[in-house]
């Protein structure tokens, strides 16, 4: 009898403990995420954590068509890049047992890298993605091989990036996100443990009660519940991956275990991890002076509220966690489904569980000036906003078209003198100002985005003469890459780059653009052409020399 009382005094407690959410919260939160899977598809695990408890879950889809096998909570995801927060909290358990510190240069491990490299570069600058190191599956593109095409590992990328000589920034002055970043860590981590960075991490998965979380090392292994990647092209098509490259992605885990992780975050006071660990695995990394990625995890703020989040994506898998600690809640999206949006979604569920107004701001649907606009040929031309976008405007019988890199030319209809729209949506305004003098610019009028301004580039006026002087043969030595440039006509140029031709546009004197790719022409004292500055994604600064 008094085990029984004790038994209903503790069940009791636990039921008036219960975070779980009411019937009409996941009413709406149910309906939000139905709408993104529709009958035999592909789908996802949802999760919310509130105050160190689960408060709500949804499995919805299929983790595989070909035998229509539903999601549910044995459901085993590729995180992608979500995974990053565990290779730095590895990180972390080493600087706790004072096994490295995070002024360490990262070469007093590895020591054959960067050798010419005077800079230190620190595992500060490997965490936040401040050491100026390409990404590997930059460098890769770049050669002409396709990443997920190829049978690659962690080693693959450390021969790759052994033959680096110079790095994108100078460590330190700069943030961009480099996945090459956490490959290194890994390497790092297996030269302090003499044991395998999947063995590490998977022992302290172990520890933390994740039991279904490892790193993939064999894209052949066998993954108990697998959730197979789809993408639709016309049609549901698996995505295949056949990379064993892992640290900055490639960790396959269930809801259930991530879960478990947000709830130890949330609690604080673990067996297991030092309330000082948890708390630094989730704040920014001092004296770095970029605070907007940490430990894995980046910051900022949604609709007024402080936020830590990341992304993953690869092939077809998409996982998003948010996280608002002032509120002790975490929101997690993991899917199967290539066009799951998985941040919006993620943001959606958080407008509906913290009861957030949607941003209803009204920015200028128009200008408030229109100016004279007498030939239509003053407006052509290349423009670039403060972000490095491009958009070129171009005159074609009489009408005016805007283009972009890898979108369809749009018509723009002239409403009046240097005011436009959009053909394909007349709340969408284009207006010119300062039109032949001083800074000419365009800008992007729309009610529901704020104004976006481009400014017109100089006119190319360099005669065919001198454009040809560009042509040539043009080598990097550090990913043994040959460029080929043969001048076509007006501002036109044929790149030849791993035995593969495109077009590319001389868009300044000394400025080529190739798809997204942006060549810079270097020239010596005298004004010959000497090589080439590349750029493109995660990787700049990349010297090809005229051979």
């Not at 091989?145 to 990328?157: E, G, K, M, P, R």
């Not at 695995?281 to 007024?304: A, C, D, H, V, W």
């Not at 992007?444 to 005669?463: A, G, H, R």
Request: charge should be negative; glycine fraction near 6%; proline fraction near 3%.
């Amino acid at each position: 009898m008094k085990q029984s009382l004790i038994f209903t005094i503790l069940l009791l407690s636990f039921l008036a403990n219960s975070q779980n959410f009411d019937q009409e919260l996941v009413n709406k939160l149910d309906l939000q995420i139905e709408q993104y899977v529709e009958g035999i598809s592909p789908g996802m695990a949802v999760g919310i954590v509130k105050d160190g408890e689960i408060v709500y879950q949804k499995y919805i889809g299929y983790s595989n068509l070909e035998n229509q096998i539903e999601i549910n909570e044995t459901t085993s995801f590729n995180i992608a890049s979500n995974a990053k927060q565990f290779t730095a909290l590895c990180v972390l358990r080493l600087i706790e047992q004072g096994k490295i510190n995070l002024e360490d240069d990262f070469r007093k491990f590895l020591p054959d890298l960067y050798t010419n490299i005077e800079d230190k570069i620190t595992i500060s600058n490997l965490l936040t993605h401040t050491s100026g190191i390409r990404d590997v599956y930059d460098l890769w593109a770049l050669k002409g091989q396709t990443w997920w095409q190829l049978f690659i590992d962690n080693s693959d990328a450390i021969e790759l990036l052994q033959t680096q000589t110079d790095l994108n920034f100078k460590p330190g002055t700069k943030y961009l996100y480099s996945n090459s970043n956490y490959i290194l860590l890994t390497e790092i981590i297996e030269n302090i443990t003499d044991k395998t960075f999947s063995e590490f991490s998977k022992a302290l998965f172990l520890e933390l009660k994740m039991p279904n979380t490892s790193f993939l090392t064999n894209y052949m292994e066998v993954i108990p519940n697998k959730a197979r990647p789809y993408g639709n092209w016309e049609g549901w098509k698996e995505y295949p991956v056949i990379t064993e490259v892992n640290g900055d992605g490639a960790l396959f885990t269930t809801l259930n275990d991530q879960l478990n992780w947000e709830k130890r975050i949330q609690r604080v006071d673990d067996n297991i991890l030092s309330k000082k660990l948890i708390n630094q695995s989730q704040s920014p990394i001092e004296k770095i002076n970029f605070k907007n990625y940490g430990y894995g995890l980046m910051f900022g703020t949604y609709r007024g509220l402080d936020y830590s989040y990341h992304d993953g994506s690869t092939g077809a898998y998409n996982a998003t966690f948010l996280r608002f600690p002032p509120q002790n809640i975490s929101i997690l999206v993991i899917s199967n489904n290539g066009n799951v949006p998985t941040n919006y979604l993620a943001k959606q569920l958080s407008d509906i569980t913290l009861n957030l107004e949607t941003d209803n701001t009204i920015y200028p649907a128009v200008p408030v000036k229109i100016e004279r606009l007498k030939d239509l040929g003053n407006i052509v031309g290349n423009y670039k906003n403060d972000d490095g976008k491009i958009i070129k405007i171009t005159e074609k019988d009489g009408s005016i078209f805007r283009e972009i890199y890898q979108r369809d030319p749009i018509k723009l209809i002239n409403e009046k003198n240097g005011l436009f729209h959009y053909e394909t949506n007349e709340e969408l305004k284009m207006n010119f100002t300062n039109i032949k003098k001083g800074q000419q610019k365009l800008t992007i009028y729309l009610s529901s985005q704020e104004p976006n301004t481009y400014y017109k580039l100089p006119f190319n006026d360099l005669d065919k003469s001198d454009k040809r002087i560009i042509n040539g043969r043009y080598f990097n030595d550090e990913t043994d890459t040959e460029i080929l440039i043969k001048f076509l006509d007006n501002n036109t140029f044929l790149i030849t780059k791993n035995g593969r031709e495109r077009k590319a546009e001389l868009i300044l004197k000394d400025y080529l653009r190739m798809n997204s790719y942006e060549i810079n022409i270097i020239r010596d004292a005298k004004g010959n052409v000497s090589g080439l500055n590349v750029k493109n994604g995660r990787i700049e600064n990349v010297i090809f020399n005229k051979t």
